[in-house]
């Protein structure tokens, strides 16, 4: 029974997460009830999921039940470039069923791709362990997070950043990022009921810096273009690696460090925050989804 790893890329901005949602039909009176399965106790119909979705191409391509389990609960309207599932098939070859070890990785690679939609795509596929697990296995991850300031709101990259209209001091934030790395309870960085038992991660690197364009956009806004009459956008990148987080953990270090960029957060009030343990003791907000990419995930 071989079993698969998939590094999967996705477009968050259509897709309700992650995670497999499939919520009682009259909470979606828009959407199509799915088929009566044994046990429903009424309708349910399948939000458009990225798990959901890969897990469709995947079952239709090898015409078996198969479970795909994915490393990171990613949110509504956060991307990835990185996030990593795993599956395990079943073949049966003389049924046509399965996926079988000897038909190699890049052909599935190709063949999940011609049946997946464009904003996900399958970057790479392999075969593991039958005990591989993308969560447990899992020891770094690094996720990003883009905001753009400037007197104009983004357009073509309004997807992939979250806008201010503030001025931001890079060098104040990257301090103030700095001061975040090591091993600390992040409770105060942690949306309140969390629901982890531990609040404890490290972080191994964090810093923000200025890149031209956005790490997740589709590039320079008009502003930059020649004869525009506002100044260019300014893009903040903020890049975090650590062994795990929260939920809700980076939007929330996000828009700490943007509050220390604007000038009202002393970035040497960090260490204080984080002994506080306390979320409503952070005055960084929760950021919106869409500047938030997961990167990638690596294993031992």
Same mark, same amino acid.
């Given at each position: ?12 901005? /259509? ?18 009830? @799915?088929?009566?399965?044994?046990? !429903? ?11 959901? %979705?890969?897990?469709? *191409?995947?079952?239709? =391509?090898?015409?078996? &039940? ?46 999940? #791709?011609?049946?997946?939609?464009? !904003? ?14 993308? $969560?447990? /296995? ?12 400037? &007197? ?16 931001? /001091?890079? *060098? ?17 960085? *942690? ?5 982890? +038992?531990?609040? %404890? ?36 990148? $903020? ?8 939920? #809700? @953990?980076?939007?929330?270090? *996000?828009?700490?460090? @943007? ?7 002393? &970035?040497?009030?960090?260490?204080? $925050?984080?002994?506080? +343990? ?8 929760? =950021?919106? &989804? ?11």
């Amino acid at each position: 029974m071989p079993r698969y790893k998939l590094t999967i890329a996705y477009d968050g901005t /259509d897709f309700c997460g992650w995670q497999k949602q499939e919520p009682p039909a009259s909470e979606h009176p828009d959407l199509t009830p @799915m088929p009566a399965r044994e046990g !429903d106790d009424q309708p349910r119909v399948a939000l458009r999921t990225v798990q959901h %979705v890969v897990e469709e *191409a995947v079952r239709d =391509l090898l015409r078996e &039940p198969v479970t795909l389990v994915g490393a990171s609960r990613t949110d509504s309207g956060v991307h990835a470039n990185g996030q990593v599932a795993a599956f395990t098939s079943d073949p049966l070859e003389d049924k046509g069923v399965g996926w079988p070890a000897a038909r190699g990785t890049d052909a599935l690679v190709k063949a999940l #791709n011609g049946r997946l939609p464009r !904003d996900v795509l399958v970057r790479s596929a392999e075969a593991v362990d039958e005990s591989f697990s993308p $969560i447990s /296995d899992a020891i770094e991850k690094e996720y990003t997070y883009c905001i753009a300031s400037g &007197p104009e709101r983004p357009l073509w990259d309004r997807r992939y950043v979250f806008h201010t209209w503030h001025e931001l /001091d890079t *060098a104040r934030m990257d301090a103030a990022a700095q001061l975040l790395v090591g091993e600390h309870d992040f409770a105060s960085f *942690a949306q309140i009921n969390h629901g982890r +038992k531990s609040t %404890v991660r490290r972080i191994f690197s964090c810093g923000v810096s200025t890149p031209s364009s956005p790490a997740c956009g589709g590039g320079a806004e008009r502003s930059e273009a020649e004869g525009a009459s506002t100044p260019p956008l300014r893009y903040h990148l $903020i890049r975090v690696r650590g062994n795990g987080f929260l939920y #809700n @953990m980076v939007r929330i270090l *996000a828009g700490t460090l @943007m509050e220390a960029g604007r000038g009202t957060l002393d &970035p040497n009030r960090i260490p204080e $925050i984080l002994e506080s +343990k306390d979320r409503t003791a952070n005055p960084g907000p929760t =950021l919106p &989804p869409q500047g938030l990419r997961l990167e990638w995930i690596r294993y031992g």
